[in-house]
T-cell receptor
Framework: AQTVTQSQPEMSVQEAETVTLSCTYDTSESNYYLFWYKQPPSRQMILVIRQEAYKQQNATENRFSVNFQKAAKSFSLKISDSQLGDTAMYFCVFGNEKLTFGTGTRLTIIP | GAVVSQHPSWVICKSGTSVKIECRSLDFQATTMFWYRQFPKQSLMLMATSNEGSKATYEQGVEKDKFLINHASLTLSTLTVTSAHPEDSSFYIC????????????FGEGSWLTVV
């Protein structure tokens, strides 16, 4: 079974600053995906970024980028130029046949 | 883009009654759907995997007789909470996998269940 660990229950950062959310996981699988999902107060799950484990290149999506270290089983999310709308719960997620969610990091962007 | 719709968004039921939550994929056929439960300020816990035309696969510790899952068509999966009790009150979320793309999963808006 897979496990996903997010060691930062809460974080806050000033608007326009950069913040990094940490995530580690454990698996014996060789083929899998990793995701960061965002859950704002509306509770709708929103995909932030996706990384294929077989790709060495780190995924980027506009202000969002990841640092994927496969050997270390680490998958951190960097948010650049943070905006008020980035305030949400962020989940690191391991995916193969099904998704395994981390415990989440509540991120607050301070005006 | 692809959308998954969940209904109802919120429901209140009396203890001992049953309640059904629907999850629909609106513009694609989903052979696999998933049901999650989320307690306040906690993560999503996978309850079961719903496969069209076959029995759902439940996660360990989830009572299959209490949480009935039916995936009768390629666009609809239902979760029925039978003989609901206050401890079943929670936020329930479904998701659907885009056909042929294991990494593409869309989430419904979620359903708040309150059992009184």
């Amino acid at each position: 079974a897979q496990t996903v660990t997010q060691s930062q229950p809460e974080m806050s950062v000033q608007e326009a600053e950069t913040v990094t959310l940490s995530c580690t996981y454990d698996t014996s699988e060789s083929n899998y995906y990793l995701f960061w999902y965002k859950q704002p107060p509306s509770r709708q799950m929103i995909l932030v970024i996706r990384q294929e484990a077989y790709k060495q290149q780190n995924a980027t999506e506009n202000r969002f980028s990841v640092n994927f270290q496969k050997a270390a089983k680490s998958f951190s999310l960097k948010i650049s130029d943070s905006q008020l709308g980035d305030t949400a719960m962020y989940f690191c997620v391991f995916g193969n046949e099904k998704l395994t969610f981390g415990t989440g990091t509540r991120l607050t962007i301070i005006p | 883009g692809a959308v998954v719709s969940q209904h109802p968004s919120w429901v209140i039921c009396k203890s001992g009654t049953s309640v059904k939550i629907e999850c629909r994929s609106l513009d694609f056929q989903a052979t696999t759907m998933f049901w999650y439960r989320q307690f306040p300020k906690q993560s999503l816990m996978l309850m079961a995997t719903s496969n069209e035309g076959s029995k759902a696969t439940y996660e360990q510790g989830v009572e299959k007789d209490k949480f009935l899952i039916n995936h009768a068509s390629l666009t609809l999966s239902t979760l029925t909470v039978t003989s609901a009790h206050p401890e079943d009150s929670s936020f329930y979320i479904c998701s659907a996998r885009y056909p042929g793309v294991i990494s593409t999963i869309y989430f419904g808006e979620g359903s708040w269940l309150t059992v009184v």
